[in-house]
T-cell receptor
Framework: AQSVTQLDSQVPVFEEAPVELRCNYS??????LFWYVQYPNQGLQLLLK??????LVESINGFEAEFNKSQTSFHLRKPSVHISDTAEYFC???????????FGAGTRLAVHP | NAGVTQTPKFQVLKTGQSMTLQCAQD?????MSWYRQDPGMGLRLIHY???????DQGEVPNGYNVSRSTTEDFPLRLLSAAPSQTSVYFC????????????????FGEGSRLTVL
């Protein structure tokens, strides 16, 4: 069965430190992968996506993710986090004939001063 | 541009009552979906629609009905509310690639918090 696993439920980190949020997927077919972010009391917003081409994708606010087919991973990284990055982050993939966006359980990133 | 609008934002029901969560989008998106969000479980897909008149089940469809009579609206009906349906519900929409599937780039509403006593 197709699925996505986020390996950490919570990640505490100090401001300006680097961070990695881990995501592994399980699929035997081509995958489209996404990271979404949810700020407190809001809906989710698309952060970045991998559809094809370059395996390294970037967002406008400094996050990047690398698609690694051999390790079936799509980890999210940022070299230096800010307090404003505090949010819950969801990894997702497009399955079910590309009509079902399936989400992981989420990783809560808490950035401390 | 309003995007995806959900109503109501908050609702308290008694077990056995029925209700409808409304969702409307003004982006002319063909694809619409409903998710529920529960702590530690992420978002789980309830139902989705790839266009007017077409709906299908997601991961957790039991106890919920949907219909899609127009491109803009995608209401979610709880037939007989149960405490297990206490959750935050999100409606989302996206466009489709020309002649192809959903892009996966979802636009979410702000959510509807439902409590079933």
């Amino acid at each position: 069965a197709q699925s996505v696993t986020q390996l950490d439920s919570q990640v505490p980190v100090f401001e300006e430190a680097p961070v990695e949020l881990r995501c592994n997927y399980s699929s035997s077919v081509s995958v489209y992968l996404f990271w979404y972010v949810q700020y407190p009391n809001q809906g989710l917003q698309l952060l970045l996506k991998y559809l094809s081409g370059s395996t390294l994708v970037e967002s406008i606010n400094g996050f990047e993710a690398e698609f690694n087919k051999s390790q079936t991973s799509f980890h999210l990284r940022k070299p230096s986090v800010h307090i404003s990055d505090t949010a819950e982050y969801f990894c997702a993939f497009l399955g079910g004939g590309y009509n079902k966006l399936i989400f992981g359980a989420g990783t809560r990133l808490a950035v401390h001063p | 541009n309003a995007g995806v609008t959900q109503t109501p934002k908050f609702q308290v029901l008694k077990t056995g009552q029925s209700m409808t969560l409304q969702c409307a989008q003004d982006m002319n998106h063909e694809y619409m979906s409903w998710y529920r969000q529960d702590p530690g479980m992420g978002l789980r897909l309830i139902h989705y629609s790839v266009g007017a008149g077409i709906t299908d089940q997601g991961e957790v469809p039991n106890g919920y009905n949907v219909s899609r009579s127009t491109t803009e609206d995608f209401p979610l009906r709880l037939l007989s509310a149960a405490p297990s349906q206490t959750s935050v519900y999100f409606c989302a929409s996206s466009s489709r690639r020309q002649g192809g599937p959903n892009t996966g780039e979802l636009f979410f509403g702000e959510g509807s918090r439902l409590t079933v006593l």
